[in-house]
Structures are given as structure tokens and as C-alpha cells.
């Protein structure tokens, strides 16, 4: 592998690994003895904010030997409209590796074959690997496997995330189930197109009955600010609460990307009741970016 572009171009071998990997290197956590970035230089690329992926990044990077060089888009030349190829060309002649946060993964794609370095997708408007990666991560850690489980995503079913976890879901054989509106449900041909146990519905307690995971994000993603009013309306009820916890029997895992909204995606006292998972999942990201980092070839 010598990319991290999306979820859908990992196979199951591959997501093992990753996860394998961060298992070691959160056992051994700190600056790594061998130090296998030593004298790599990282461009982080971020059009949108971000707080756990560029600390993670950016400390990850540092524990293994290499530096980061954060770049927000607005400061570079990129956000005065210098094309993607043109800024992919340029760092692939100084970078050894970047970190791309954007809006369209055409250009995270593109950007990995114009600059001919190792790069990872940071989020784009259709995936979060990154984020998937933890997810499984903590999901192994805290039910010792992902075989067999069935994982409830609550929420706006065609945003990033719900996109990973649907390749998740595809590539590693574990149930998905997704309660979304019917407007921001994944497109039906996507779906098929992964294959594997994903069922897709409007009933949020029929999709939290028995499930081992109740996940939920946003219901505003970053460049959906236009739709905001719309999506409010959308979304009441599309929430992580007492009632689909109960649904779910009493004792899933709560897991939430972040950053949260309290009272739309989840209310408030089942997020604090489940903050030691959240967090987990959200220090997750740091071993599971230094897998990643470690695994793309030179
Ligand atoms: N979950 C996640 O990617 O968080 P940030 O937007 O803060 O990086
Ligand atoms: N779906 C969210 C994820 C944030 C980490 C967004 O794109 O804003």
C-alpha cells in the first residue's frame, strides 16, 4: 500500500494489519525506538478545520522521527485557485508524505498520483479512512473482535463517515445497519455496489434492536453549512439516546467521531455516560494514523 485514499481500496488483509499494527505501537506508545520517518518531512494539506486529525498527524509524525508542516489551504496558493495538480507536483519534489483534508476525493486522488509521494486522505466529502481505522481499532480492543458484530450508524447515512463504515462493513463482513432520513440516505446503487450485510432504514429503534455498536456523527458536515436549516429539520430524532441505547439492549458501545453536538446527534447524558469510549476512540486515531504512517511503502 502505498496510499491511504479511501476505505473501499483496503481489503481485508490490509485492515487487519492497520490494526494489528496500532495494537503494537499503543502497547509501545511514546517516540518510537527506530524512528522510521527520520528525515521525512510531512506536508499536512487542511481546507477544513480540525482538531483530532491534525494533532494526531502532527504529533504522530513527530513520534515516529519525521516532521509535519502543517498547510492550511487558505495560506497557500491552493486557496487562491492554484490547481491541485500544479500544488501535487510541487510538494512532491520537497515532502516526503502529505496529509490532504478537502472537500472532493477526485483531488486527494489525484494529488497521490501527480506528486508521487505516500498520501493519505485526512477526510473528503465521501470518506474518513482515517477515522474508520480507529473506529475498528477500538472496537477490537473493547469486544476483542470485529467477527459476527452488528454496528447501528444513526445520522446523516450519506455523509463521510457512513460511507467508510459501509466499505467497513464490505470488506470485513460485520452487519451495518443505517437509520437516516430517507433524503440523506446512501445512494441504493452504492450499497449494492459494496455488497455485504448493510441494510439501510428510517426506523431508529428497529436499527438499534440487539446492535453491539450505536455509532453517530454530524448532522452538518463541514461544506454543508447551506443546508443547515434544512437539515435540522431533517435530522429530529436521527439521535443517539436513552431509547436507542435501550433498543440495543442496555450495554453497546456508544461511539461518536466528534466533534459532538449535544441534544441533535446525542443527548447529553448518554454522551457523558459513555465519554471513556468516546475518548478512547478519539486517543485511537493517534496509534491507528502511526500504523497507517508506518505501513505506506517508500
Ligand atoms: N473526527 C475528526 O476527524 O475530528 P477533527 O475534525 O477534529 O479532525
Ligand atoms: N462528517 C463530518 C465528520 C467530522 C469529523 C464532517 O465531514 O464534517
Redesign the pocket.
Known sequence: MKHLLSIESLDAATIHGILARAAELKHQRGPHPEAPLAGECWALMFS????????SFEVGIRELGGQPIFLAANDIQLGRGEPIRDTARVMGRMAHGAVI?TFAQADVEEFAALSGIRTIN??TDEE?P??ILSDLFTIAEKRGALDGLTVTFIGDGDCNVARSWIWAAARLGFALRIAAPSKFQPPAELVRRAGGNITVTTDVLGASDGADVLYTDVWVS?GKEDEAAFRLAQFGGYQINRAAVDAAGGTPLVMH???AYRGKEITDDIFEANAPTIFDQ?EN?LHAQKAVLTLLEK
Open positions: 477544513k478545520s480540525s482538531t483530532r486529525t491534525r494533532l483534508r485526512a477526510l474518513h482515517c477515522q463541514m467521531c466528534l466533534p478519539a486515531r
